[in-house]
């Protein structure tokens, strides 16, 4: 018998979870990676556990930002690995991005898992792996400051999924155009960022990879449009005001 029976009610969360369990396993995930699940899970049932019309307008700013982008790249670490290897590389592909590999909790054994698994899902180049290609990002501490030269360096615009505190602060300093996915509204990177995907990545990316194919289509001048339309303040406070209609509707109930 499956330990996690479809018939149960939370079914999918505990699958999502279950592949944080074995990237953790098999060495992708950081033992905080884990804790980082936790509390996207608190958010995502929160928000009600599906895209809100907000998210979709960030995730559709955030398609045109990267079909406008010249030098994109996708930041990869060790929880986007275990959750969405697959589309993380078709969404590279579609969008000709670069695909980097930054870690907070920097490990190089880590690091070589995570390699395995971008290649065994169809990765041809990836960054953020030699020493000499290395660049240190300044206003930041950790070791996410250390990328690579022709990867997040080089970039004029850069996804980071699921971010900690400070470097989106340090890449658009640098001149960066940040998109991030984030299920936490008020954390530092989503309110940081210049677009935030507040959404489950497991369900963003794929709506992502789709509109990013969908607005391929439009020139230059539609794409820019979007952007300008887009306030990525506002569409947080959208979120936020989704929480509280929520928390507001089950207390009725209550
Ligand atoms: O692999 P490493 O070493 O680079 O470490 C990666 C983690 C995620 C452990 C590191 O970046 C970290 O500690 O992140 P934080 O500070 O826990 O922040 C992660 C953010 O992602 C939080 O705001 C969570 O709510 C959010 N989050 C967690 N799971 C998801 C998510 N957002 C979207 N989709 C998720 N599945």
């Known amino acids: 018998m499956p330990l996690i029976p479809k018939s149960h009610p939370r079914a999918k969360s505990l699958l999502i979870r279950e592949k944080l369990v074995d990237g953790f ?12 699940q936790g509390r996207g899970e608190a958010f995502d049932y929160l928000l009600g556990e599906k895209t809100s019309k907000a998210s979709s307008q960030a995730i559709k700013a955030a398609a045109a930002q990267l079909l406008l982008a010249e030098r994109p790249v996708i930041s990869v670490n060790g929880n986007i690995a275990a959750l969405c290897p697959k589309q993380i590389i078709k969404l590279s592909k579609q969008i000709k991005a670069k695909l980097e590999i930054n870690l907070f909790y920097t490990n190089e054994k880590r690091k070589q898992a995570i390699i395995r698994v ?5 990765a041809n180049e990836i960054l953020g792996t030699k020493k000499t290609s290395s660049k240190k990002l300044s206003g930041i501490d950790s070791a996410r400051r250390i990328v690579d030269k022709d990867g997040i360096y080089a970039a004029d ?4 999924p699921l971010e900690d505190g ?7 300093k640098a001149g960066k155009t940040v998109i991030t996915f984030d299920l936490n509204p008020l954390s530092r990177t989503s309110q940081t960022a210049n677009i935030t ?7 963003a990316i794929d709506l992502l990879i789709t509109e990013s194919k969908k607005l391929s289509k439009n020139d230059e001048k539609n794409l820019l449009k979007i952007i300008e339309k887009f306030d990525n303040k506002k569409n947080l406070s959208e979120n ?10 089950r207390a009725k109930i209550a």
Request: hydrophobic share 45%; charged share 25%.
């Open 240 to 249: 936020i005001l989704q929480i509280k209609n929520n928390l507001t509707r």
């Open 197 to 203: 995907i507040v959404d489950n990545v497991t369900r």
């Open 25 to 36: 396993d098999h060495g992708l995930v950081a033992k905080e990676g884990l804790l980082a």
């Open 157 to 160: 615009v850069v996804v980071v």
């Open 166 to 172: 400070d470097r989106t602060m340090a890449l658009r």
């Open 118 to 122: 971008l290649k065994k899902n169809g």
